[in-house]
């Protein structure tokens, strides 16, 4: 079965530093993977994801994401952190075997003070 | 609906008694996922629907655990004879399919949060 492993629960930052979260998973096959974001109070939405090409993925707010495939590694990653950018943040992977079905980490929850 | 619509949003009960969520996906959508967030836990998977295909039950973490979907659309979990353990944000999903613009995202609710006393 697949897993994912987000090896960070709780990130304090201050405004300005860079961000990177790390995030593994447990899948041989073809994969698509995805970050997601849950700010304060609202409902869990996609920030980027990778199905194919280049590796690199640019997603919205400034962030991205690299896909290491011999890691087997999607890390997030923001230069340069805002306040606004405080929220719980998850990755998932979706194997091919396993159709839609999202497999989603424990989460990583990250407090950029002002 | 514009999103995905789950009711209720609060839900508190009493140990041993039954509750019903509920979850109206985005039109069109043909695929409708439940998951369950509890404190510190991450995501847990419980249940998938695709079309009118046999649903993935994989994640069910027990027998007082069901979910139906009537006509392709709504879908009910339900929880016979909560326990304090169930108490969590339950949350539902939707998402287009492969062959139908599909983008791979899934479409969150805003979640119905059982807290079981």
């Known amino acids: 079965a697949q897993s994912v492993s987000q090896h960070n629960h709780h990130v304090i930052l201050s405004e300005a530093a860079s961000l990177e979260l790390g995030c593994n998973y447990s899948?041989?096959?073809?994969?698509?993977l995805f970050w997601y974001v849950q700010y304060p109070g609202q409902h869990l939405q996609l920030l980027l994801k990778y199905f194919s090409g280049d590796p690199l993925v640019k997603g919205i707010k400034g962030f991205e994401a690299e896909f290491i495939k011999s890691k087997f590694s999607f890390n997030l990653r923001k230069p340069s952190v805002q306040w606004s950018d405080t929220a719980e943040y998850f990755c998932a992977v979706n194997a091919g075997a396993a159709g839609n079905k999202l497999t989603f980490g424990g989460g990583t929850r990250v407090l950029v003070k002002p | 609906g514009a999103g995905v619509s789950q009711s209720p949003s609060n839900k508190v009960t009493e140990k041993g008694k039954d509750v019903e969520l509920r979850c109206d996906p985005i039109?069109?959508?043909?695929?409708l996922y439940w998951y369950r967030q509890s404190l510190g836990q991450g995501l847990e998977f419980l249940i998938y629907?695709?079309?009118?295909?046999?649903?993935?039950k994989s994640g069910l973490p027990s027998d007082r655990f069901s979910a139906e979907r009537t006509g392709g659309s709504v879908s009910t979990l339900t929880i016979q004879r909560t326990q304090q353990e169930d108490s969590a944000v339950y949350l539902c999903?939707?998402?287009?399919?492969?062959?139908?613009?599909?983008?791979?995202?899934?479409?969150f609710g805003e979640g119905s949060r059982l807290t079981v006393l």
């Open positions: 629907f695709q079309g009118n295909s046999a649903p993935d």
């Open positions: 039109s069109g959508h043909t695929a």
């Open positions: 899948y041989g096959g073809t994969v698509n």
């Open positions: 999903a939707s998402s287009s399919t492969p062959g139908q613009g599909y983008t791979g995202e899934l479409f």
